[in-house]
């Protein structure tokens, strides 16, 4: 049995028959590419293990942002040139 190995690229640069279904398997195939399953296992392990320590680092920083209670404050002289609505917004 011979399988062919179809990439998204591969699919864009072939002959269009019917360009929904075609559209349809080439977004398929992107998807799959995008969540590593076209790479080896142990790349794909890999794979994951990062993007799980960068949504573990995206939480930290995100949770570190919503406890940040820093002000800053300006004085007029240094909001010049600031448009006038952005200035009525932090006043």
């Known amino acids: 049995?011979?399988?062919k190995r179809y990439d998204s690229e591969h699919l864009r640069s072939r002959?269009?028959?019917?360009?929904?279904?075609d559209d349809c398997y080439i977004d398929q195939v992107r998807d799959f590419e995008r969540?590593?399953?076209n790479?080896?296992?142990e790349l794909r392990d890999e794979a994951e293990r990062l993007k799980t320590r960068i949504r573990e680092l995206c939480n930290v920083f995100q949770n570190n942002l919503n406890e940040d209670e820093t002000a800053l404050q300006f004085t007029t002289e240094e909001l010049?040139?600031?448009h006038p609505?952005?200035?009525k917004v932090i006043v």
């Open 35 to 37: 969540q590593g399953l």
């Open 85 to 87: 609505n952005f200035i």
């Open 15 to 21: 002959k269009r028959l019917n360009v929904t279904v």
């Open 39 to 41: 790479l080896r296992p």
């Open 80 to 82: 010049a040139g600031m």
């Open 1 to 3: 049995m011979v399988v």
